[in-house]
Protein backbone atom coordinates (compact mmCIF):
# COMPACT_ATOMS: atom_id res chain seq x y z
CA UNK A 1 0.00 0.00 0.00
CA UNK A 2 1.14 3.59 -0.63
CA UNK A 3 0.34 6.37 0.25
CA UNK A 4 -0.19 9.48 -1.91
CA UNK A 5 0.38 12.97 -1.02
CA UNK A 6 -2.58 15.26 -1.29
CA UNK A 7 -3.52 16.31 -4.63
CA UNK A 8 -4.60 19.74 -3.79
CA UNK A 9 -1.21 21.15 -2.88
CA UNK A 10 1.04 22.38 -5.57
CA UNK A 11 4.25 19.64 -5.47
CA UNK A 12 5.36 20.23 -8.68
CA UNK A 13 8.51 21.81 -7.05
CA UNK A 14 10.12 21.97 -3.01
CA UNK A 15 9.54 26.29 -3.47
CA UNK A 16 6.15 25.42 -4.15
CA UNK A 17 5.39 22.87 -1.02
CA UNK A 18 7.53 25.87 1.02
CA UNK A 19 5.47 28.48 0.18
CA UNK A 20 2.05 26.39 0.89
CA UNK A 21 3.88 25.26 4.73
CA UNK A 22 5.49 28.23 5.47
CA UNK A 23 3.29 31.17 3.98
CA UNK A 24 4.41 34.05 6.16
CA UNK A 25 2.75 34.76 9.03
CA UNK A 26 2.35 38.47 8.94
CA UNK A 27 -0.47 40.69 10.86
CA UNK A 28 -2.33 43.19 9.56
CA UNK A 29 -0.38 45.75 11.52
CA UNK A 30 3.51 44.35 10.93
CA UNK A 31 5.26 45.58 7.80
CA UNK A 32 5.84 42.58 4.92
CA UNK A 33 8.57 44.43 3.70
CA UNK A 34 10.14 44.24 6.95
CA UNK A 35 9.35 40.33 7.01
CA UNK A 36 11.10 39.99 3.49
CA UNK A 37 13.95 41.79 4.40
CA UNK A 38 14.47 39.46 7.11
CA UNK A 39 13.57 36.53 4.90
CA UNK A 40 16.32 37.54 2.77
CA UNK A 41 19.32 38.59 5.12
CA UNK A 42 19.27 35.18 7.24
CA UNK A 43 18.76 32.70 3.97
CA UNK A 44 21.88 35.16 2.46
CA UNK A 45 23.41 34.14 5.68
CA UNK A 46 22.64 30.15 5.88
CA UNK A 47 22.73 30.13 2.18
CA UNK A 48 20.09 26.32 2.35
CA UNK A 49 20.63 24.30 -0.85
CA UNK A 50 18.70 20.95 0.27
CA UNK A 51 14.32 21.20 0.42
CA UNK A 52 14.63 20.81 4.48
CA UNK A 53 17.38 23.20 4.72
CA UNK A 54 15.20 25.68 3.17
CA UNK A 55 12.61 24.24 5.38
CA UNK A 56 14.77 25.07 8.71
CA UNK A 57 15.41 28.35 7.40
CA UNK A 58 12.68 29.14 6.91
CA UNK A 59 11.57 27.91 10.34
CA UNK A 60 14.97 30.51 11.61
CA UNK A 61 12.79 32.92 9.68
CA UNK A 62 9.55 33.13 11.84
CA UNK A 63 11.02 32.24 14.93
CA UNK A 64 13.27 35.59 14.42
CA UNK A 65 9.96 37.43 13.37
CA UNK A 66 8.24 35.92 16.07
CA UNK A 67 10.57 37.54 18.39
CA UNK A 68 10.16 41.20 16.44
CA UNK A 69 6.45 40.84 17.25
CA UNK A 70 7.27 40.15 20.99
CA UNK A 71 8.84 42.98 21.16
CA UNK A 72 6.69 44.96 19.49
CA UNK A 73 4.30 44.17 21.15
CA UNK A 74 5.42 44.33 24.63
CA UNK A 75 6.62 47.99 24.05
CA UNK A 76 3.06 48.83 22.37
CA UNK A 77 1.75 47.96 25.39
CA UNK A 78 4.04 49.66 28.11
CA UNK A 79 3.93 52.76 26.09
CA UNK A 80 0.39 52.28 25.94
CA UNK A 81 0.27 52.14 30.29
CA UNK A 82 2.68 54.70 30.47
CA UNK A 83 0.50 57.17 28.50
CA UNK A 84 -2.40 56.46 31.10
CA UNK A 85 -0.10 57.18 33.97
CA UNK A 86 1.23 60.14 32.52
CA UNK A 87 -2.18 61.22 32.18
CA UNK A 88 -2.47 60.79 36.32
CA UNK A 89 0.31 62.69 36.42
CA UNK A 90 -0.45 65.72 35.23
CA UNK A 91 -4.18 65.74 36.41
CA UNK A 92 -3.63 64.39 40.17
CA UNK A 93 0.57 65.03 40.27
CA UNK A 94 1.26 61.50 41.03
CA UNK A 95 2.22 58.68 38.70
CA UNK A 96 -1.08 56.47 38.37
CA UNK A 97 -4.08 55.56 36.82
CA UNK A 98 -7.37 57.52 37.09
CA UNK A 99 -10.88 56.29 37.25
CA UNK A 100 -13.95 58.15 38.09
CA UNK A 101 -14.30 60.61 36.34
CA UNK A 102 -13.86 62.84 32.94
CA UNK A 103 -10.26 63.93 32.29
CA UNK A 104 -9.85 67.76 30.70
CA UNK A 105 -8.64 66.98 27.05
CA UNK A 106 -5.67 68.97 27.81
CA UNK A 107 -3.97 66.45 30.34
CA UNK A 108 -4.74 63.58 27.05
CA UNK A 109 -2.58 65.82 24.81
CA UNK A 110 -0.12 66.33 27.62
CA UNK A 111 0.51 62.81 28.22
CA UNK A 112 0.62 62.51 24.20
CA UNK A 113 3.45 65.05 23.92
CA UNK A 114 5.25 62.81 26.62
CA UNK A 115 5.98 60.17 24.53
CA UNK A 116 6.23 62.50 21.34
CA UNK A 117 9.10 62.52 18.24
CA UNK A 118 8.68 66.50 18.69
CA UNK A 119 11.26 67.80 20.49
CA UNK A 120 9.30 70.66 21.39
CA UNK A 121 6.14 69.32 22.28
CA UNK A 122 8.28 66.64 24.57
CA UNK A 123 10.11 69.14 26.37
CA UNK A 124 7.27 71.35 27.28
CA UNK A 125 5.08 68.58 28.67
CA UNK A 126 8.58 67.18 30.68
CA UNK A 127 8.44 70.94 31.89
CA UNK A 128 5.27 70.60 33.54
CA UNK A 129 5.98 67.14 35.26
CA UNK A 130 9.05 68.68 36.48
CA UNK A 131 6.84 71.58 38.43
CA UNK A 132 5.66 68.50 39.52
CA UNK A 133 8.33 66.98 41.29
CA UNK A 134 7.47 63.71 38.90
CA UNK A 135 10.11 62.00 36.51
CA UNK A 136 9.06 60.32 33.11
CA UNK A 137 11.70 57.30 34.86
CA UNK A 138 9.11 57.55 37.93
CA UNK A 139 6.38 57.18 35.34
CA UNK A 140 7.71 54.12 33.76
CA UNK A 141 8.73 52.21 36.49
CA UNK A 142 4.77 52.34 37.99
CA UNK A 143 3.80 51.70 34.20
CA UNK A 144 5.84 48.61 33.83
CA UNK A 145 4.65 47.23 37.57
CA UNK A 146 1.40 47.90 36.83
CA UNK A 147 1.53 45.40 34.44
CA UNK A 148 4.19 43.60 35.26
CA UNK A 149 2.18 40.20 35.12
CA UNK A 150 1.16 40.89 31.43
CA UNK A 151 4.56 41.66 30.21
CA UNK A 152 6.08 38.55 31.50
CA UNK A 153 4.12 36.51 28.78
CA UNK A 154 6.42 38.77 26.39
CA UNK A 155 9.58 38.40 28.26
CA UNK A 156 9.29 34.70 28.82
CA UNK A 157 8.93 34.25 25.11
CA UNK A 158 11.58 36.50 24.15
CA UNK A 159 13.88 34.17 26.53
CA UNK A 160 12.53 31.27 25.10
CA UNK A 161 13.42 32.05 21.69
CA UNK A 162 17.40 32.29 22.08
CA UNK A 163 17.22 29.04 23.23
CA UNK A 164 15.08 27.79 20.77
CA UNK A 165 17.25 29.61 18.06
CA UNK A 166 20.55 28.00 19.44
CA UNK A 167 18.84 24.86 19.23
CA UNK A 168 17.39 24.98 15.68
CA UNK A 169 20.55 26.17 14.14
CA UNK A 170 22.62 23.67 15.60
CA UNK A 171 19.98 21.17 14.02
CA UNK A 172 20.37 23.11 10.83
CA UNK A 173 24.65 22.46 10.54
CA UNK A 174 24.13 19.20 11.20
CA UNK A 175 21.70 18.36 8.41
CA UNK A 176 24.03 21.18 6.46
CA UNK A 177 27.09 18.66 7.50
CA UNK A 178 25.07 15.53 6.54
CA UNK A 179 24.30 16.96 2.37
CA UNK A 180 26.23 14.82 0.30
CA UNK A 181 29.76 15.95 -0.78
CA UNK A 182 30.31 16.26 -4.66
CA UNK A 183 34.07 15.14 -5.37
CA UNK A 184 35.36 17.21 -8.09
CA UNK A 185 36.48 16.12 -11.22
CA UNK A 186 34.64 12.75 -10.68
CA UNK A 187 33.96 10.28 -13.45
CA UNK A 188 31.45 7.55 -13.65
CA UNK A 189 33.13 4.23 -14.73
CA UNK A 190 30.96 1.88 -16.52
CA UNK A 191 31.49 -1.86 -15.12
CA UNK B 1 -27.27 0.90 50.31
CA UNK B 2 -29.08 0.32 47.00
CA UNK B 3 -32.23 -0.99 47.19
CA UNK B 4 -33.57 -3.76 44.79
CA UNK B 5 -36.32 -1.00 43.63
CA UNK B 6 -33.86 1.16 42.92
CA UNK B 7 -31.84 -1.55 41.19
CA UNK B 8 -34.25 -2.17 38.85
CA UNK B 9 -34.85 1.39 38.30
CA UNK B 10 -31.03 1.98 37.24
CA UNK B 11 -31.78 -1.07 34.99
CA UNK B 12 -34.41 0.59 33.30
CA UNK B 13 -33.08 3.91 33.40
CA UNK B 14 -30.02 2.55 31.16
CA UNK B 15 -31.83 0.27 29.45
CA UNK B 16 -33.62 4.12 27.81
CA UNK B 17 -29.95 6.09 27.02
CA UNK B 18 -27.68 3.78 25.81
CA UNK B 19 -25.28 6.61 23.80
CA UNK B 20 -25.13 7.66 20.60
CA UNK B 21 -26.66 5.62 17.99
CA UNK B 22 -25.83 7.10 14.44
CA UNK B 23 -22.89 6.97 12.77
CA UNK B 24 -22.47 10.76 13.10
CA UNK B 25 -23.41 10.86 16.44
CA UNK B 26 -20.33 8.58 17.90
CA UNK B 27 -18.07 10.34 15.92
CA UNK B 28 -18.98 13.40 17.62
CA UNK B 29 -18.76 12.04 20.99
CA UNK B 30 -15.74 10.28 20.48
CA UNK B 31 -14.21 13.60 20.48
CA UNK B 32 -15.94 14.23 23.65
CA UNK B 33 -12.91 14.27 25.67
CA UNK B 34 -10.95 16.34 23.26
CA UNK B 35 -9.35 19.53 24.57
CA UNK B 36 -7.30 21.18 21.33
CA UNK B 37 -5.42 17.89 19.62
CA UNK B 38 -1.89 18.91 20.18
CA UNK B 39 -1.48 15.42 21.14
CA UNK B 40 -2.99 13.32 18.43
CA UNK B 41 -1.01 12.42 15.89
CA UNK B 42 -1.12 14.94 12.83
CA UNK B 43 -3.16 13.70 9.41
CA UNK B 44 -1.46 12.59 6.47
CA UNK B 45 -2.37 15.68 4.41
CA UNK B 46 -0.16 17.61 6.98
CA UNK B 47 2.52 14.92 7.07
CA UNK B 48 2.97 13.99 3.37
CA UNK B 49 4.70 17.99 2.53
CA UNK B 50 6.96 17.48 5.12
CA UNK B 51 7.92 13.89 3.95
CA UNK B 52 8.02 15.14 0.58
CA UNK B 53 10.48 17.70 1.57
CA UNK B 54 12.55 15.60 3.23
CA UNK B 55 12.64 12.54 0.95
CA UNK B 56 12.36 14.48 -2.00
CA UNK B 57 9.71 12.03 -3.05
CA UNK B 58 5.89 12.48 -2.97
CA UNK B 59 5.54 9.05 -2.34
CA UNK B 60 6.29 6.44 0.62
CA UNK B 61 5.43 2.94 1.09
CA UNK B 62 3.62 2.56 4.67
CA UNK B 63 4.35 -0.70 5.10
CA UNK B 64 7.91 -0.87 4.18
CA UNK B 65 9.40 -0.92 7.96
CA UNK B 66 12.82 0.06 6.29
CA UNK B 67 14.78 2.22 8.55
CA UNK B 68 15.36 5.17 6.08
CA UNK B 69 11.92 5.09 5.17
CA UNK B 70 10.94 5.34 8.90
CA UNK B 71 12.92 7.51 10.04
CA UNK B 72 11.43 9.99 7.31
CA UNK B 73 8.23 9.23 8.12
CA UNK B 74 8.78 9.89 12.00
CA UNK B 75 10.32 13.16 11.16
CA UNK B 76 7.85 14.49 8.70
CA UNK B 77 5.01 13.28 11.83
CA UNK B 78 7.34 15.47 14.38
CA UNK B 79 7.53 18.46 11.70
CA UNK B 80 4.03 18.28 11.45
CA UNK B 81 3.20 18.61 14.60
CA UNK B 82 5.52 20.81 15.43
CA UNK B 83 3.96 23.43 13.19
CA UNK B 84 0.45 22.69 14.61
CA UNK B 85 1.77 23.34 17.93
CA UNK B 86 3.49 26.89 17.12
CA UNK B 87 0.60 28.01 14.86
CA UNK B 88 -1.51 27.71 17.99
CA UNK B 89 0.81 29.31 20.15
CA UNK B 90 1.74 32.00 17.84
CA UNK B 91 -2.18 33.02 17.91
CA UNK B 92 -2.14 32.72 21.62
CA UNK B 93 0.13 34.89 22.42
CA UNK B 94 -1.56 37.41 20.14
CA UNK B 95 -4.74 37.32 21.39
CA UNK B 96 -2.99 37.84 25.00
CA UNK B 97 -2.03 40.80 23.51
CA UNK B 98 -5.17 42.05 22.81
CA UNK B 99 -6.79 40.98 25.49
CA UNK B 100 -4.14 42.79 27.88
CA UNK B 101 -4.51 45.82 26.04
CA UNK B 102 -8.61 45.66 26.24
CA UNK B 103 -8.57 46.63 29.66
CA UNK B 104 -12.36 46.04 31.23
CA UNK B 105 -13.73 49.51 32.45
CA UNK B 106 -14.19 49.96 35.70
CA UNK B 107 -17.54 51.27 38.17
CA UNK B 108 -16.19 54.30 38.09
CA UNK B 109 -15.59 54.65 34.48
CA UNK B 110 -19.01 53.42 33.48
CA UNK B 111 -20.39 55.94 35.60
CA UNK B 112 -18.45 58.57 34.07
CA UNK B 113 -18.93 57.09 30.50
CA UNK B 114 -22.75 57.18 31.13
CA UNK B 115 -22.87 60.77 32.65
CA UNK B 116 -21.38 62.23 29.45
CA UNK B 117 -23.99 60.33 27.37
CA UNK B 118 -27.07 61.14 29.65
CA UNK B 119 -25.79 64.57 30.98
CA UNK B 120 -25.82 63.68 34.67
CA UNK B 121 -28.73 61.19 35.03
CA UNK B 122 -27.20 57.68 35.63
CA UNK B 123 -28.55 54.95 34.33
CA UNK B 124 -28.47 53.06 37.56
CA UNK B 125 -29.81 50.08 36.45
CA UNK B 126 -26.78 48.22 35.11
CA UNK B 127 -25.28 48.10 37.96
CA UNK B 128 -28.48 47.79 40.65
CA UNK B 129 -28.31 44.13 41.99
CA UNK B 130 -31.31 42.05 40.73
CA UNK B 131 -34.08 41.80 42.88
CA UNK B 132 -35.56 38.26 43.88
CA UNK B 133 -38.88 37.92 44.76
CA UNK B 134 -39.54 34.19 44.64
CA UNK B 135 -38.04 31.19 45.79
CA UNK B 136 -36.92 29.78 42.05
CA UNK B 137 -35.63 32.72 41.29
CA UNK B 138 -33.36 33.18 44.55
CA UNK B 139 -31.62 30.22 43.86
CA UNK B 140 -31.18 30.83 39.97
CA UNK B 141 -29.28 33.70 41.86
CA UNK B 142 -26.57 31.41 43.61
CA UNK B 143 -25.86 29.74 40.37
CA UNK B 144 -22.26 31.14 39.27
CA UNK B 145 -22.22 31.74 35.85
CA UNK B 146 -18.96 30.18 33.70
CA UNK B 147 -15.44 31.53 34.42
CA UNK B 148 -14.43 34.32 31.71
CA UNK B 149 -12.03 31.99 29.49
CA UNK B 150 -10.03 35.27 28.89
CA UNK B 151 -9.26 35.98 32.14
CA UNK B 152 -5.64 36.69 32.94
CA UNK B 153 -4.52 33.70 35.12
CA UNK B 154 -6.96 31.62 32.55
CA UNK B 155 -5.10 33.17 29.62
CA UNK B 156 -1.66 32.37 31.28
CA UNK B 157 -2.72 28.70 32.11
CA UNK B 158 -3.28 27.64 28.89
CA UNK B 159 -0.05 29.03 27.24
CA UNK B 160 1.99 27.26 29.72
CA UNK B 161 0.12 24.24 28.57
CA UNK B 162 0.80 25.20 24.83
CA UNK B 163 4.65 26.02 26.02
CA UNK B 164 4.87 22.63 27.13
CA UNK B 165 3.36 20.40 23.97
CA UNK B 166 5.75 22.98 21.84
CA UNK B 167 8.57 22.10 23.99
CA UNK B 168 7.37 18.41 23.56
CA UNK B 169 7.05 18.40 20.20
CA UNK B 170 10.27 20.25 19.54
CA UNK B 171 12.00 17.52 21.55
CA UNK B 172 10.38 14.94 19.47
CA UNK B 173 11.48 16.33 16.25
CA UNK B 174 15.34 16.68 17.57
CA UNK B 175 15.14 13.02 18.46
CA UNK B 176 13.38 12.27 14.70
CA UNK B 177 16.20 14.20 13.00
CA UNK B 178 19.16 12.04 15.14
CA UNK B 179 17.78 9.18 13.34
CA UNK B 180 17.23 10.22 10.53
CA UNK B 181 20.52 11.87 10.04
CA UNK B 182 21.99 8.50 11.33
CA UNK B 183 20.61 6.59 8.41
CA UNK B 184 21.06 8.49 6.06
Same mark, same amino acid.
Given at each position: MSKKIDTSMDISSPEALLRTICAPDVLPDEDADSFAYLRQALFQDLEPKLPYEQLLAEQ?? /?? #??????????? @?????? #?????????? %???????????? %? @????? /????????? @????????????? #??????? #????KAYQSIAKDLEVFERQIADAETRRRKLRDDYERVRASRPKQVEDAEVIEP | MTTERQKRANVANAAKSTGPRTAEGRTRSAGNARKHGLNSAPLWDEVSPYLALITGSAQIDSLAL???????????????????????????????????????PSVKEKIANASKETEGSLALSEWQRPKFSDATTAKVKNVRPPPDPNRPAALHQTLTTLMRYRKEAEAQRRKALRRWLEVQ
Open positions: MV /AL #EWDTVRYRRLR @DNLLRS #EFRTFAKGAF %VLGRAGPITGYR %V @DEKYD /AQAQDLVAQ @DRDRRQSALNILE #EKQITPS #EIMA | EARSRAARDLAEAEARLARCLGVERRHVVHMAEMAARQP
